[in-house]
């Protein structure tokens, strides 16, 4: 018994398995060559999907906060009557994301008016902006102004 062919080396003297193993494989290389560019066109879509997302970001929350895709936002939590962390430091350009954990309403004001305020934010809705020059913006909660943070541009 012997269960193992050996494909010649040579095409022209190829049995019908071995052709049709090795026109397997030449596909196999085709597609592997292609590959780079179907990568290159994912990268665009996902990246043309991600600016999309940017305006749609409250329905992006409703599936869960990790699907906020954009590499350049930074996300505030506010929980117990607290923003976590209380101080972030991003660079020029980020995108700010405040996200309400809490029971209560809260909303973000910028102590300087360096940003527009949100509106009230109920449980899991969310508020965002973006920061393009360096500097220190401090903020607080418009219902309860004990409640501060503060994000530093770099
Ligand atoms: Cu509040």
Redesign the pocket.
Known sequence: MNATVQCPPRAATLPLHCATRLKRTLRLAQAMRSRPIGIGRTLLATTLIASAALAATQRAYAAGPEQVAAANTYRVE?RN?AFVPATITVPAGARIEWINR?E????IVSTTGAFKASQALDTDDAFATTLAKPGTYAYY????PM?VGKIVVR
Do not use: T
């Not at 209560?104 to 909303?107: S, T, V, Y």
């Not at 909660?141 to 309860?144: F, L, R, S, T, V």
């Open positions: 506010i009557f809490d209560e309403p809260h909303l909660c418009g219902i309860h409640m």
